[in-house]
């Protein structure tokens, strides 16, 4: 069971933003930061180098797509990465990308904790509202 495929149990539909042929967008239930997105393959797959060439430039487009929302809309500072294997912090043996907006305050600090509540509604709403001109990219 892997709650990042769809169609398992504890995948939760509602937290997709975006979706295309190979991967999604999604608000992360559990936020490392007030904003945090996951780019996920939709294959399970646990490491970037058991991509296809499709995936791999689907994966990227989107990173570079939440990328480009991000500056556009906060113009501040976030951290890309990808965690592969238990020892580097992959809870989950699924192939995904954090992408998390830090502000001025928080800097680099905030990638040492995770907070401590799941994604509320109306911040779910948040993450929406950022990426709808995610299209017109």
């Keep these: 069971m892997c709650?990042?495929?769809?169609?398992d149990d504890g995948f939760r539909e509602d937290l997709i933003l975006h979706?295309?042929?190979?991967?999604?967008?999604?608000?992360n239930l559990f936020p490392i930061g007030v904003f945090?997105?996951?780019?996920?393959?939709?294959r399970h797959i646990s490491s970037v180098t058991e991509t296809t060439i499709e995936e791999e430039i689907d994966?990227?487009?989107l990173i570079k797509k939440v990328s480009s929302c991000i500056e556009k809309i906060f113009n501040d500072d976030y951290n890309i990465f990808i965690n592969k294997g238990l020892n580097a912090g992959?809870?989950?043996?699924?192939?995904h990308c954090?992408?998390?907006?830090?502000?001025?305050?928080?800097?680099?600090?905030?990638?040492r904790k995770k907070l401590?509540?799941?994604?509320?509604e109306e911040e779910l709403e948040d993450h929406k509202v950022l990426l709808e001109g995610i299209n017109k990219l």
């Design 116 to 120: 401590k509540h799941e994604i509320k």
């Design 19 to 27: 979706e295309t042929d190979y991967c999604y967008i999604m608000a």
């Design 59 to 61: 994966f990227m487009s």
């Design 90 to 95: 992959q809870t989950i043996p699924h192939l």
């Design 36 to 42: 945090s997105f996951l780019i996920i393959t939709k």
């Design 3 to 7: 709650n990042l495929c769809k169609g």
């Design 98 to 111: 954090h992408l998390v907006v830090n502000s001025a305050q928080d800097g680099v600090k905030i990638m």
